[in-house]
């Protein structure tokens, strides 16, 4: 009996253990690998709402608006393209284009940074 149960001791691992070395050359814990991981993974998080926020906050927008933006930089799935081409496949100038884009990015950068605040 007592050597079934060191034998099943034997697997355990600690989060002190080292197992190996990090970019530094330093010993790395299976402590340090798992806090660097949940950084990388609270960023990613992070990163996916605002992406999310991102696009509610287009959604709010005219279509024609929502049209050239998703255009400009290749939004949902939209292939990216110039002011030049937006304007020559919506019949507008390209300078119209710019106008509406630079209103739009305003809007939307207010209306993100009241979101987080």
Known sequence: MHLRATKKHNADVSMQDYFGMDKEGAPASLEDKLADDAENLADVVALKLQ???LYKAIEKLDPREQDIIRRRYGLAGAQEVTQREIGKQMNISRSYVSRIEKK???????ELSVSEG
């Open 104 to 110: 739009v990015l305003g809007h939307l950068k207010k």
């Open 51 to 53: 992406v999310v926020e």
